[in-house]
């Protein structure tokens, strides 16, 4: 039972085997890590350095910032350091880290100071960080630094314990996945000294920090916070390993948070503090935005883009789904995910519509959310705002011009109410009205459905109810029905064109679905990699309006340095750089990303599930919202699989033919090399006999015929394989001349002289044949072939035919034996290289009829096999000629007359 319970899973295993396998081929990065600037990282990390040098390691450094502090300066002799790039920005010459010079230099170990730094406009990539990561993939180890309030998710808390807002940032996730970790500590006491002695910066530089952000209340703060990083991270690297080794232990597990974000600024300050959150408690993380009826403006749509972003940047999985009802949405997919905790920001607004709603955000979350534990986080927002936080008017996106036009239906439908209310009645007046409010509401905003229905009930009240022409109403009736006509008329109008927003964006969604379905059925039918190029551009035109060139990789999986298919974009040497980067890196780079932004175009890998398949190159005219950015990487996951397919399909083919090969190479070299040793054998042995001994001049001449019957063999073999090479090669040059038939037979008999004396030999040629126009020495060999081969299959004492008539401009050759024939399903391979039957005699390579096949065919002929009817089989080659003397040729000549009987 206990083998049971601990036995590992294969998956696991082989996940982590993988896992372990990536790493190794990964550098290793080590960050010295501190709570602020002036405790030592520095410092620390060149001791660091020095002592791997020491253990005869090839250290260099990439980048160290020294401040002039003379003992860093120090530290730093001795090494090998990479001069600095110069790049220019704004009339400005800015040095900065040369990573391409250390990926060449290619050390063991770099040394790379300031890993948050952003780096100059103009550089490969935006961040310093993301040059460590190339560093890192190239296998070389990173030594770097670190401060606390770089990281992403502790930025705002360092902002509201320091007041000073940082702005370089990088990835949490960055910090989570190092090698190693070293802490580099001061008390806030030595700091300060350390502050006042100009040991950090100069003094005065020394004496404005201490009183704004080295107060000893902040130190003391960011040390706790750097401490208790590093502490959550050894239990994390505990759990881990316990969890590595299957070692029981009390774990942590079964933790899922779920944090609901929106289209406003709050979004930023719960997605960090959520993944502090999910940190601490080392639980999995995710986030999701709930896409409503309302219509975002361009403020919220950046907004949101932004907070998606940081979201992605975090480490945390994201997801957009679309429903009217938010609580309904985010409770959904908890349960469907399997969430323990949803953490949500304390609504900020409250306005007219939200009024309308049955129970405010909150309290419908927690009545719905069951046994699912809700976080709400506040605001760090003054009192001033507050105001602000109560009452507010609903947000419009609608135009004037909607206001208008819903304006002026109103009016019209009024102008016609009136002119017909003596027939119809007032009651049925508001009706109409009521009925034109709706209409609209599949047509127009919020705003403009509101404004509607106020016309209309002040239209209905002041013209129709009576007293006519006043906005007092006599009747009490008539006063339920005009409240209750604005009420209906204005939710029927909210709610139809909540509907219809709604619909609009399920629409949306509906057709980037069908575009999937619709691309990934033409891929699935596609045939080869030019069908699945045509079908991607196509297809990328149609619903993404881009231009595109897709470059794909070669044979030894290198990006191919031309353009398959036709296109209007011209790419640069810089450009064909990029797509060889990112064909390498499997990253997107290029305008509107993190990495060489100033390009004209955007790279995107085409990343298959094992290889990097190419890269497609797009000419974005705007960047991409969430939702778009979305849609596009699921159709280029679908492309870059087809490809991948496509390219894994050739590789098997050619690894078939491979296979065949290696099983033909092995058929023919047995064959061949049971072929010669037989002749080679009896030269061997005839010629040992004679050199030996003395012999009688009658047997010497046996043994002189076996020496020239086994060196014609040979011979034979020889040529066969001479003539294969040539009709391999495509060098077989026609020498064509007028031939005589008679001639050509007679030859071939006479060579096949000994083969053929077991046999009768009957030649069939009309006395009026005339001369054609052939290459005698190939027909020869043709002739010489069959002839053979039916002496080889036929039983002795039978006959053997050779047949020759002209019909019909074709010189027609038909030999015929009386052996076992071909079985059925052999007919249409016997003229196949190095096929034999199944019931052929031992000896010969399977060569003879595919020449004769080749042969014919270069004098654009035909040659069949086929059974004769009592039993042996037939050869006949057809072949177009010119003949001499056609006066001479009987016209009553009937070539059927001698057909094989």
């Not at 750097?226 to 959550?232: E, Q």
């Not at 992605?312 to 009217?324: A, S, V």
């Not at 050199?691 to 034979?716: D, F």
Request: proline share 3%.
């Amino acid at each position: 039972m206990d083998y049971e319970e601990n036995r590992p899973d294969p998956d696991e295993l082989l996940a982590s085997l993988i896992s372990e396998e990536i790493k190794s081929k990964r550098g290793k990065l080590k960050i010295f890590f501190g709570m602020c600037a002036g405790v030592g990282k520095t410092f620390t990390m060149l001791q660091a350095a020095h002592a791997e040098m020491l253990k005869g390691n090839d250290i260099i450094i990439g980048y160290v910032e020294t401040h002039n502090r003379k003992e860093t300066i120090e530290l730093t002799e001795g090494f090998e350091i990479i001069p600095r790039k110069t790049i220019e920005y704004k009339f400005t010459s800015v040095q900065e880290m040369d990573l391409d010079a250390i990926i060449s230099r290619k050390p063991h170990i770099v040394v790379v100071d300031e890993l948050a730094h952003t780096n100059a406009p103009g550089s490969r990539h935006s961040k310093r960080y993301q040059d460590v990561i190339e560093i890192l993939e190239s296998g070389i180890h990173v030594y770097t630094t670190l401060n606390v309030q770089h990281l992403e998710s502790r930025s705002d808390t360092v902002a509201q314990i320091t007041g000073i807002l940082v702005r370089e940032t990088l990835p949490d996730e960055i910090f989570e996945n190092a090698d190693e970790v070293e802490l580099v500590d001061l008390t806030p006491d030595e700091l300060l000294q350390r502050l006042s002695e100009g040991k950090v910066y100069t003094h005065e530089r020394s004496r404005e920090a201490i009183l704004n952000f080295f107060r000893k209340g902040n130190i003391t703060a960011l040390r706790e916070m750097a401490l208790r990083i590093v502490a959550d991270r050894v239990d994390k690297q505990l759990h881990d390993y316990m969890h590595r080794k299957r070692i029981r232990g009390p774990w942590k597990s079964g933790l899922h948070l779920l944090v609901a974000i929106d289209y406003n600024q709050q979004s930023t300050r719960l997605l960090r503090w959520a993944k502090n959150l999910a940190y601490s408690m080392g639980a999995n993380i995710q986030s999701i935005y709930v896409e409503t009826s309302h219509q975002l403006t361009p403020k919220e749509r950046e907004q949101l883009d932004k907070n998606i972003s940081l979201a992605k940047q975090l480490g945390i999985q994201f997801r957009i789904i679309t429903n009217y009802d938010m609580v309904k949405a985010i409770v959904d997919f908890a349960l469907k995910e399997n969430v323990t905790h949803i953490i949500v920001g304390k609504p900020r607004v409250r306005n007219v519509l939200s009024m309308l709603r049955l129970g405010n955000f909150v309290n419908r979350l927690i009545r719905y959310s069951g046994n699912i534990d809700v976080y709400i986080l506040g605001s760090d927002r003054q009192a001033k705002d507050h105001f602000k936080e109560k009452v507010t008017l609903p947000s419009f996106t609608a135009s004037s011009g909607q206001y208008l036009i819903t304006s002026a239906v109103v009016l019209l439908s009024t102008i016609i109410c009136f002119l017909l209310k003596e027939y119809i009645g007032y009651q049925v007046v508001s009706f109409c009205l009521l009925f034109v409010v709706s209409t609209l509401a599949l047509f127009f905003g919020t705003g403009p459905i509101l404004l509607a229905a106020f016309m209309s009930a002040v239209i209905w009240d002041f013209l129709f109810i009576p007293p006519p022409y006043t906005l007092h109403i006599e009747k009490p009736v008539d006063v339920l029905m005009l409240i209750m006509f604005f009420i209906i008329a204005l939710l029927n109008g909210i709610l139809t064109s909540r509907v219809r927003g709604q619909e609009k964006k399920i629409r949306i969604r509906e057709e980037r679905t069908h575009a999937l379905y619709q691309l990934t059925r033409e891929l699935t039918l596609a045939s080869g990699i030019e069908d699945v190029l045509k079908i991607a551009l196509k297809s990328i035109q149609k619903n993404f309006n881009l231009d595109c060139v897709i470059v794909l990789k070669n044979e030894m999986n290198q990006l191919e340095d031309n353009v398959r298919h036709d296109t209007d974009i011209k790419l640069s040497e810089n450009d064909w750089s990029i797509a060889h980067w990112v064909f390498k890196h499997s990253d997107k780079a290029g305008k509107y990303t993190n990495t060489l932004p100033s390009s004209v175009y955007t790279f995107y890998p085409l990343a298959g599930h094992s290889n990097n398949m190419g890269v497609i190159i797009a000419a974005h005219k705007s960047v991409f919202t969430q939702g778009e950015a979305q849609f596009w990487e699921a159709f280029i996951s679908q492309i870059s699989g087809k490809f991948e397919r496509e390219f894994l399909r050739e590789a098997a083919k050619k690894t078939f033919i491979l296979s065949e090969s290696d099983k033909l190479y092995k058929t023919l070299f047995n064959s061949i090399s049971h072929e010669l040793r037989i002749p080679v054998t009896t030269i061997m042995g005839a010629s040992d006999t004679l050199l030996s001994q003395h012999y009688p001049e009658e047997t010497k001449l046996n043994l002189y015929t076996e020496i020239y019957q086994a060196s014609v063999r040979l011979n034979r073999l020889i040529e066969n394989l001479l003539n294969m090479s040539r009709l391999e090669s495509g060098r077989i040059t026609l020498r064509p001349d007028w031939c005589d038939v008679h001639d050509l037979v007679n030859k071939v008999a006479s060579n096949l002289k000994q083969e053929l004396l077991p046999f009768t030999l009957a030649i069939v040629i009309p006395a009026n044949m005339p001369l054609v126009l052939i290459d005698f020495g190939l027909i020869e060999q043709v002739l010489h072939n069959l002839v053979l081969n039916a002496t080889q299959n036929a039983p002795a004492g039978t006959n053997i035919r050779v047949k020759f008539f002209f019909d019909n401009g074709y010189l027609t050759i038909q030999v015929m034996d009386r052996g076992k024939g071909f079985p059925p399903a052999e007919l249409l391979s016997v003229f196949n290289k190095f096929y034999r039957g199944k019931d052929a005699a031992a000896g010969g390579t399977g060569l003879g009829l595919s020449i004769v096949k080749g042969f014919v065919e270069a004098h654009k002929g035909t040659v069949t096999a086929a059974n004769r009817q009592n039993g042996g089989a037939i050869f006949t080659i057809k072949i177009p000629v010119q003949i001499s003397e056609m006066e001479q040729i009987d016209k009553n000549y009937n070539p059927m007359n001698n057909a094989d009987g």
